[in-house]
């Protein structure tokens, strides 16, 4: 039996709950009633909000737990309440266009998550009303654009509410210091503009407010007297009475609520535009009087989209931006999932991966952690062709927490961009994720320069040193941490967080993370040994790029040590062992009795060609389908662990099935499909990355639950209760590996430091199809034909040796290759 919702329908015609709507690049919901809220993003750099299919969600500046705007209520029952909050009353109907908050049955319903957008469409009694959602590019606001039309053959006199509840700024303390919050909220209203300006009188200098460009026949900011005694979002006692009560708030819990008379002859459409804006104002310009606000800078913003018209240039404007975007790689082949994943929502859910790390999500509070190191590393694999001027920026701030012996912090806070000293270091991949993620940077830009940036350490002013010491230090701290094997030493963790080998945590509540000695001499970990050889050699290449000829040679040396310590010990027979636990133990290994293999260094060692004139990854490949592979996709280990290892940690926490105990943890499955075609096998490459590929799943939405326009964190593995549920949507590692394999290593387009190089590595099936690739300031027209001539690759009419586009400085060039 699945789990369902009571609402879902059990019909196998029912398993969808909407459809790609690929002309329009969205994907269109067709009931209130998902298994889950469906969720999207508004906002690109600095304001974001998060919004479901019933308009519930939150919004924040930069960062999500310091600067959150519009409360959320964790672990809610229902959960998904609150959010961006529209009734329409005609008469005694109350209904809201997003089915919440009213919860009135609709006569029509539709929600369409589109790039940085999201609109209802929705009628009740012959009114149709439509909302739309998104942050206007460069400007720190959310607009909400409500378009109310008649279709009935008599006037309608219906009054509009609208309603926000304000967070008081730190997430973490509005969810829990009730003592002091119930007394600190502090608002203004002027004409239609509700200001909200708790603690602005004293160490804040910046507010939020929330308008409509219309003249409001009420408003309230009391959420008491707006809900009335025991009353919830659905049925607000001044909506209910068509009557706000114009109240402005004094500490409790202030919101911002307007009520607009609307009257519609038969036919008639009005529109009205409300703004949810967040401003800053330098500490000498805060008051425009004793108690008063300076609200010169709001105003400006407010007028900036106050009218239809406005409100619609930016919508098109944010159309233009996302198509732009999308036009930088470009696929069509007959098959309409995989152009529909890498033409849209691939690398949609990469740009959302960069803004928000791991941060905020519906499964991820938003005040828990900051950017991850290892996880913004990973994202700009993926997210460097759509804006490079942007992920020089990231990596430069990423490079700036690590410290001097090369060893980084974990995570750092997007408001302050300092290393988060709660969880510290000591997870012992990290440094290498940072070479991955330059190396990356300069194969798509060519710009070495960014090597040169002065960059500190741990922040500290006058440690600046040339990123490319930052890199040699990263490299370094492998060579310098290892073990009795000459295999890294794990540290805390490495990928896999919950691989614990020095923790030994006896105690509920100790974070498996931070808990015990950072350190241990012992326990080593053969995944980072893949990343090691990997990277290293990429490390490597851009020395010899910028002319340091001696000290390539001198990292291949190292990376032949580490490779040849891989094959020596680092081999089980048929499949590569996961670490050497601090006993000097094996895990992973078939002489184990749980836990025999694990996917990651299938996946990393192959990719990194370690064992390849042994055949090793043909076999660990071979070994995934044997022991891994399910419907869905592989899992992260097998068999799962079924009692608690001390000696292993977090990993043996998790019952059978679930997450890193045997979910396939989507992250690792493009490690696999791209290690796939570093052996020459397109068939495993492409069977591995339609399995757990979203669209691919869309049939089967009543079992996975989660959104099918982009991929979750894990799908529950066979041992699990729910097999096949997936949860932690959006935010994964998964969406850059995912365009790093399809795009390159399927696809077969790929950046390398000397230029544009074609190499595919597709199925006969897949047929021949062509990429459009905008590419160091050319664009490239790619044909891959499947003649079976095997005629290679053929640039403007000529044959060229090998895979690389040479680069005579055109502006365009016409490529075919042919298979
Ligand atoms: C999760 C991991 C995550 C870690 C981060 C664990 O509980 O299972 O996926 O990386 O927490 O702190
Ligand atoms: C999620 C974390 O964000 C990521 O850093 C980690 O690699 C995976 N979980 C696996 O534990």
Known sequence: MTRTNITIRKDPKFMKFGFFDDAAKEYCITTPFTPLPWINYLGNDGFYGLISNTAGGYCFYRDAKLRRIARYRYNDVPGDIGGRLYYIKDQDTVWSPAYRPAETE???????????????????????AKLTFFVPLGSACELHKLEIVNNSSSAKELTVFSGIEWCLWNAVDDSQNYQRNLSIGELEVVGSTIYHKTEYRERRNHYAFFTVNAEVDGFDTDRDVFLGARRSWNNPVSVENGKSGNTVASGWYPIASHSIKVKLAPGEKKTYVFQLGYIEVPREEKWESKGVINKKPAIELINKYNTTEACEAAFDELKKYWNELLSIYHVESKDDKVNRMVNIWHQYQVMVTFNMSRSASYWETGIGRGMGFRDSCQDLLGFMHLIPERARDRIIDIASIQFENGSTYHQYQPLTKRGNADIGGGFNDDPLWLVACTAAYIRETGDTTILDHP??????????????????????????NKGPHGLPLIGRADWNDCLNLNCFSEEPGESFQTFGPSEGPVAESVFIAGMFVKYGKEYADICDYVGLADEAKTIRAEVDKVKAATEEFGWDGEWFLRAYDAYGNKVGSNECEEGKIFIEPQGFCTMAGIGQEKGYGAKALDSIYKHLMNDYGIEILAPCYTTYHVELGEISSYPPGYKENGAIFTHNNPWCSVAATVIGDAEKAFDIYKRSCPAFLEDVSEIHRTEPYVYSQMIAGRAAVHYGEAKNSFLTGTAAWVVVDITQAI?????????????????????????????????????????????????DGNAVEGNLIPDTGKKEYSVEFYI
């Not at 609709?106 to 149709?128: A, I, P, Q, W």
């Open 106 to 128: 609709l006569d029509s319903y539709e929600c369409r998550h589109g790039m940085g957008y999201t609109t209802f469409n929705s009628s009740k009694n012959d009114v149709n």
């Open 455 to 480: 960059t500190p350490f741990n922040n500290v002013e006058g440690s600046e040193k040339p990123l490319m010491e930052h890199l040699r230090r990263s490299i370094n701290f492998t060579i310098n």
């Open 747 to 795: 696809l077969g387009v790929q950046p390398t430091l000397k230029g544009l190089s074609i190499k595919p590595c597709v199925t006969k099936d897949f047929g021949s199809y062509k990429v459009t690739r905008k590419f160091r300031g050319a664009t490239y027209n790619i044909s891959v034909i499947q003649d079976g001539s095997g005629k290679g690759l053929v640039v």
